[in-house]
C-alpha cells in the first residue's frame, strides 16, 4: 500500500492510524478480498483523521474517517462521529449534497477509537476554489450557504440538545449544561475557566429568555465555508457538497455556528447569505440570547485553539469574553 500520513509530532491530538489498521477496516467493509492500493491523509480537517482511499477494482475512491481515541475526546465534544451518524436520517432534505455513509463501526475491534467510511463528494473544497472567481460572483456562493443552512434549521427534532444525546427537556438545560461541560474540559487544561460558570449563571439566571425557543430545530454545528465543495468547472460557484455535520443539535438556530459566522463581516459578499436564509430575529430576548451563544462560541474557540496548539491566542478569548460578559452582567 502507498501510505502518505501527515507526520505530527507525538504530543500533536491528532494521530494518525496504521497501514494495517487501514487493511484490516477495508476487508471489514468490502470484503476479505479487498486491498487497499493507497491511503493519502487528507489535512483540512482538524478533529478527526481523515484519509482518502483507493481500492484494487474500484473506480472510485472512498473516505475514511477516523475519530480520536475516547480517552483524548473533550466532554463537550464526546463521541461526534457518532451524533453525526445519528443526524444523517433528519438531514434528508440535503442529502443529495452529503456523502453517502458506506459503513461505521463503533465496535473497536480493530482498533480502540470509532471510524466510518464515506462516498467522495465531486467538487473542490470551498477554501481552494472560491478565490478563482472574482470577488463580484462571491454573493452567489453565499446565497447557496444561506438556502443550505434555511433547510437545515427548518428540520425539527424531539429534544433540546445533542441530536445523540443526552436529551433535555427545555432549552435553557441543554445551554447550561453545554456551557459547564466546556467549562469542565477548560480546567481538565489548567486553564481558568471563571468567565464561562459566570456565563453558565447569566444563562441559569435567564431560563426565562432561553425558554422563548420551545421548538428544537436543527443545529449544524460547523457548517460553514470550509465544509463545502464547489464545482471544479462552473463558471460561477455552485456548491457540490456539504460535509462534517459531528456538531449537530436540537435548539435554537440562532446559536448556530453558521448564524455567527455569516453575521461577522457585514457589508461584504457574506450579506448575500441573508436573501436567501430570511432575516434574524430582532427582539430584545433574541439579542440577549445572541450573547449567551457568542459566550459558548468563544468557550469552544478556546479549547480548538489550545487543541491545534495554537496556545498564543488562547488569551485572546479571555478579552473577547469579558466584553460579552460586560453586557451580560450589565
Known amino acids: 500500500m502507498d501510505f502518505r500520513p501527515i507526520e505530527r509530532a507525538s504530543e500533536a491530538f491528532q494521530q494518525s492510524v496504521t497501514t494495517k489498521e487501514i487493511q484490516a477496516i477495508c476487508q471489514r467493509v468490502f470484503g476479505i478480498d479487498a486491498r487497499a492500493l493507497s491511503a493519502t491523509e487528507l489535512g483540512a480537517g482538524m478533529y478527526n483523521n481523515t484519509y482518502l482511499i483507493e481500492l484494487e477494482g474500484q473506480e472510485r475512491p472512498v473516505i475514511l474517517r477516523v475519530a480520536p481515541e475516547p480517552g483524548r475526546q473533550f466532554r463537550s465534544e464526546h463521541q461526534l462521529m457518532r451524533n453525526e451518524y445519528a443526524s444523517v436520517p433528519w438531514l434528508a432534505g440535503i442529502a443529495s449534497l452529503m456523502p453517502r455513509v458506506i459503513a461505521a463501526d463503533w465496535s473497536h475491534e480493530i482498533m480502540g477509537r470509532d471510524y466510518m467510511v464515506q462516498s467522495l463528494l465531486d467538487g473542490v473544497p470551498a477554501p481552494e476554489r ?10 452567489k456562493f453565499f446565497l447557496q450557504m444561506g438556502t443550505i443552512a434555511k433547510a437545515v434549521h427548518a428540520v425539527r427534532g424531539p429534544h433540546f440538545g445533542p441530536v445523540s444525546g443526552p436529551a433535555y427537556p427545555t432549552w435553557s438545560a441543554a445551554v447550561v449544561a453545554s ?22 449563571a447569566v444563562a441559569c439566571h435567564d431560563k426565562a429568555v432561553l425558554d422563548e425557543i420551545t421548538e428544537p430545530r436543527m443545529i ?66 433574541a439579542a440577549r440570547r445572541s450573547d449567551i451563544y457568542l459566550a459558548r462560541h468563544i468557550g469552544a474557540i478556546r479549547l480548538e485553539r489550545h487543541r491545534l496548539g495554537n496556545v498564543d491566542l488562547v488569551p485572546e478569548t479571555y478579552k473577547e469574553m469579558q466584553d460579552v460578559l460586560g453586557r451580560l452582567q450589565a
Not at 472560491?130 to 454573493?139: E, M, V
Not at 466546556?182 to 481558568?192: E, M, N, Q
Not at 456548491?239 to 457585514?266: C, H, N, Q
Request: aromatic share 12%; glycine share 8%.
Open 220 to 285: 449544524a454545528g460547523d457548517f460553514w465555508t470550509v465544509n463545502v465543495m464547489l464545482d471544479a468547472v462552473a463558471p460561477e460557484p455552485v456548491i457540490t457538497g456539504v460535509l462534517d455535520f459531528d456538531r449537530t443539535w436540537w435548539g435554537d438556530p440562532e446559536a448556530d455556528w453558521t448564524i455567527y459566522m455569516a453575521s461577522k463581516k457585514p457589508g461584504t459578499e457574506r450579506d448575500a447569505f441573508w436573501e436567501s436564509y430570511g432575516p434574524r430575529p430582532s427582539t430584545a430576548g
Open 130 to 139: 472560491i478565490g478563482d472567481y472574482p470577488r463580484t460572483l462571491w454573493p
Open 179 to 200: 456551557l459547564e461541560e466546556i467549562a469542565a474540559d477548560v480546567d481538565s487544561l489548567g486553564l481558568d475557566a471563571t468567565d464561562l460558570r459566570e456565563v453558565a
